[in-house]
């Protein structure tokens, strides 16, 4: 009986223990958790994380370096650098440049841009395969500028006093240098009106453009030049007639201070004592003054050559050879054999060779004999082709009506 009692009373027991578990929400919410556990199992966070960085090529430091300081592990880099490096010369990365860039925990570039300059920029991305580049260009916007005044001292300082670029004064120089010498020719009260395109990339000036037009009034004597575009692209600049105002060679191959020593047939030399000729023309300037080449051709001799020392000999055509000595060095790419163009620099001014201080040594031969340069009066170049002057002359009548200036003599003091 006992027995029967105590069974009923622990089966009523576990009867309401049982029912206070399933009526009990937090217990039954608790329960219904912990199963859904056991059937999923832990939850694995896979959120990607990246983070933004940004810098500024620095003098001395390549990009390599850069993005190595910046966080990125050497092995991203490189291979980002190889899928860039084929549409950038990343040896021509300069200060200044700059990019940005997403990358990863594990220091993995997700993606960047390079901006080189201020007119180009290039995308690194991923694709499927890899890393890609793309380039883009941003647009430069060309203004059209008119600069006019007068000359009191000479050309650049008019370009100062009227508070212009006198990049301009250089320009219009380079163009008309053929007919004018800027050095000895300007006189008080020669005016000069010169129309440039004005460049601008994003609000930021670039500087000067073509030059579409310039007048020079010399003495009474105008010189008029206009810009014409030849088939590749390359400005030229013509007479009224279509012209041209450039000459085969320049008038001189530096920016020189003074003519140390001229052309003769007998001339003591400093250093040997001796009278001999002298087929050449001496330019005393500084050294490490660029010197340039007067004309396209071809060099036949970049060495050095006894007395003229560090020396290249240019053939320009089958008339004309132009000689350089006493060259402290070098221009870039100067070897045998290479192609030359009009005003490239071909070396610098030193003291090499037989030489009592920094001057050039400037020989010009024609038909392989030395003759005067400063006695030469050079061909002209190519007129604009008989094909395109309907479109030069449409293209010089536009430019007339911009150099249509006031009175420029008002503006004398």
Same mark, same amino acid.
């Given at each position: 009986?006992?027995?029967?009692?105590?069974?009923?009373?622990?089966?009523?027991?576990?009867?309401?223990?049982?029912?206070?578990?399933?009526?009990?929400?937090?217990?039954?919410?608790?329960?219904?958790?912990?199963?859904?556990?056991?059937?999923?199992?832990?939850?694995?966070?896979?959120?990607?994380?990246?983070?933004?960085?940004?810098?500024?090529?620095?003098?001395?430091? /390549?990009?390599?370096?850069?993005?190595?300081?910046?966080?990125?592990?050497?092995?991203?880099?490189?291979?980002?650098?190889?899928?860039?490096?084929?549409?950038?010369?990343?040896?021509?990365?300069?200060?200044?440049?700059?990019? /940005?860039?997403?990358? =990863?925990?594990?220091?993995?570039?997700?993606?960047?841009?390079?901006?080189?300059?201020?007119?180009?920029?290039?995308?690194?991305?991923? =694709?499927? /395969?890899? &890393?890609?580049?793309?380039? =883009?260009? *941003?647009?430069?916007?060309?203004?059209?500028?008119?600069?006019?005044?007068?000359?009191?001292?000479?050309?650049?300082?008019?370009?100062?006093?009227?508070?212009?670029?006198?990049?301009?004064?250089?320009?219009?120089?380079?163009?008309?240098?053929?007919?004018? =010498?800027?050095?000895?020719?300007?006189?008080?009260?020669?005016?000069?009106? *010169? *129309?440039?395109?004005?460049? #601008?990339?994003?609000?930021?000036?670039?500087?000067?453009?073509?030059?579409?037009?310039?007048?020079?009034?010399?003495?009474?004597?105008? #010189?008029?030049? #206009?810009?014409?575009?030849?088939?590749?692209?390359?400005?030229?600049?013509?007479?009224?007639?279509?012209?041209?105002?450039?000459?085969?060679?320049?008038?001189?191959?530096?920016? &020189?201070?003074?003519?140390?020593?001229?052309?003769?047939?007998?001339?003591?030399?400093?250093?040997?004592?001796?009278?001999?000729?002298?087929?050449?023309?001496?330019?005393?300037?500084?050294?490490?003054?660029?010197?340039?080449? *007067?004309?396209?051709?071809?060099?036949?001799?970049?060495?050095?050559?006894?007395? #003229?020392?560090? &020396?290249?000999?240019?053939?320009?055509?089958?008339?004309?050879?132009?000689?350089?000595?006493?060259?402290?060095?070098?221009?870039?790419?100067?070897?045998?054999?290479?192609?030359?163009?009009?005003?490239?620099?071909?070396?610098?001014?030193? /003291?090499?060779?037989?030489?009592?201080?920094?001057?050039?040594?400037?020989?010009?031969?024609?038909?392989?004999? &030395?003759?005067?340069?400063?006695?030469?009066?050079?061909?002209?170049?190519?007129?604009?082709?008989?094909?395109?002057?309907?479109?030069?002359?449409?293209?010089?009548?536009?430019?007339?009506?911009?150099?249509?200036?006031?009175?420029?003599?008002?503006?004398?003091?």
């Amino acid at each position: 009986m006992n027995c029967g009692r105590a069974s009923l009373a622990y089966a009523s027991i576990c009867l309401i223990l049982i029912l206070a578990l399933l009526l009990c929400p937090g217990c039954q919410k608790s329960g219904e958790e912990a199963d859904t556990a056991d059937l999923v199992g832990p939850v694995a966070v896979t959120e990607h994380t990246s983070t933004g960085i940004a810098d500024t090529l620095r003098s001395g430091e /390549s990009l390599y370096t850069s993005l190595i300081s910046c966080g990125i592990e050497p092995p991203h880099a490189v291979r980002v650098l190889d899928v860039l490096g084929a549409e950038v010369n990343l040896r021509s990365c300069k200060p200044g440049d700059s990019y /940005s860039a997403e990358v =990863d925990e594990d220091g993995c570039v997700l993606s960047l841009c390079y901006r080189k300059g201020l007119t180009e920029r290039y995308w690194v991305s991923t =694709d499927s /395969s890899g &890393y890609a580049v793309t380039k =883009d260009e *941003i647009p430069v916007i060309a203004v059209t500028k008119r600069v006019e005044g007068v000359v009191l001292t000479s050309l650049w300082e008019a370009m100062l006093s009227i508070g212009e670029d006198p990049e301009a004064a250089l320009k219009l120089a380079d163009i008309l240098g053929w007919e004018i =010498d800027f050095v000895t020719d300007p006189r008080r009260g020669d005016t000069f009106l *010169i *129309i440039y395109d004005e460049l #601008f990339c994003q609000g930021k000036r670039l500087g000067i453009g073509d030059v579409t037009g310039c007048k020079y009034i010399n003495e009474d004597t105008e #010189f008029l030049a #206009f810009g014409f575009a030849d088939p590749d692209g390359r400005m030229e600049y013509y007479d009224f007639d279509g012209n041209s105002v450039r000459r085969v060679f320049l008038k001189s191959p530096l920016n &020189y201070r003074r003519i140390s020593s001229y052309f003769s047939n007998r001339r003591y030399h400093p250093i040997l004592k001796i009278y001999r000729p002298h087929h050449g023309i001496d330019y005393a300037a500084p050294t490490g003054t660029p010197v340039v080449s *007067i004309g396209d051709g071809r060099i036949v001799r970049a060495s050095w050559n006894g007395g #003229f020392g560090k &020396y290249v000999e240019i053939r320009h055509n089958n008339v004309y050879t132009t000689c350089y000595g006493h060259l402290s060095g070098y221009g870039k790419g100067v070897r045998t054999g290479a192609r030359v163009r009009q005003g490239q620099v071909i070396g610098y001014v030193g /003291s090499t060779g037989l030489s009592t201080g920094p001057h050039l040594d400037f020989r010009v031969k024609k038909f392989g004999s &030395y003759v005067n340069p400063l006695r030469m009066d050079y061909p002209k170049g190519e007129p604009v082709a008989e094909e395109r002057r309907e479109d030069y002359f449409e293209v010089r009548d536009q430019v007339i009506k911009g150099l249509r200036s006031k009175e420029l003599a008002a503006l004398l003091p």
